[in-house]
């Protein structure tokens, strides 16, 4: 098949029982692609809100999954359909996330699209951003981690790699696919300017507690302390002989995890219960989602 030149960006947003607000977000960005793959996730789609979507405009290819596939298996098939139409590069976005402008579009399209050695480039979206920088040029920053949500990655880095790993389902997808980017020579950007809007998890409201009025830290469901358990546990393991000093950072987060929970959690019975389901499902290869029984499938590792 002839390679269309004129095809230039793709895009891919998962979807999860989404509120209206997502109509707006994909329109912050849709008119920068070419195509957008909506892949929703929610087992039972609200037609309203659907229905609305696809009458975002003609880029609009809406994918009913009817069962949550995960982050990391609807990451890799929007990828796949963006490569099987010969897109090389391909926007990523969670659906509360936004763009507040075109600069970030902008400078991919002047800096990035000929650049062969870069695996992925991030929007960023804190001015606070914390761990370890170096600079690039006057627009981006060299990283080691970004979040799935904001990048443009290369979809030849993509096939390289292996792609996402399916199995982790949601948590640690990003750490992984980075890694394994890092690990093949490839380079994570991260734009100096904050050019995206986004929410960092899904909060369980609890009412007043010490957590909020303290400000410590988003609390979010705890079955997402499940996956968060048993993620971690497997890159520990999975990069044990690889990237220690990665492996003692991520055991540290997951030990300051539980810490928390014993301390300051309401319900502690619940997020302990779930956490230690995580580290159970490890020690036995349990993977993909919550409950299922299905152990230890597609490995893309």
Sequence with gaps: MEEDKSKLLAGCIILYNPTEAVIENIESYVAFLDVLYVIDNSESPDSDIVKKIKLSGSKIKYIAER??????????????????????????????????????????????????????????YTAEYDRWQKKISAQFNEIHFAVTSGNIINLHAWED???????????????????????????????????????????????????????????????????????????????????????????????????KIILFYPDKKVYLSRFFEGVRDFALSRYNQYGSVEKQVGTNG
């Design 67 to 124: 069962t949550n596939i995960g982050v990391a298996s609807a990451l890799n098939l929007g990828a796949k359909l963006a490569s099987e139409c010969n897109y090389h590069w391909l926007l990523t976005m969670d659906q509360d996330s936004s763009f507040s402008g075109t600069l970030f579009f902008e400078l991919w399209r002047k800096y990035i699209i000929q650049n062969k050695e870069t695996g992925l480039v991030a929007a960023s």
């Design 161 to 259: 790699v292996g792609g996402y790993e399916d199995k982790l389902f949601i948590d640690e997808v990003d750490h992984d696919y980075c890694l394994k980017l890092r690990r093949n020579g490839f380079k994570i950007l991260i734009s100096k300017e904050v050019l995206m809007e986004h929410i960092i998890g899904e909060i369980y409201d609890q009412g007043d507690n010490k957590l909020k009025k303290k400000g410590r830290f988003t609390l979010h469901n705890p079955l997402r302390y499940y996956y968060m358990s048993r993620n971690v546990l497997f890159l520990c393991k999975k990069y044990f002989f690889v990237d220690f000093k990665f492996v003692l950072a991520r055991a540290y987060y997951l030990l300051k995890v539980l810490v």
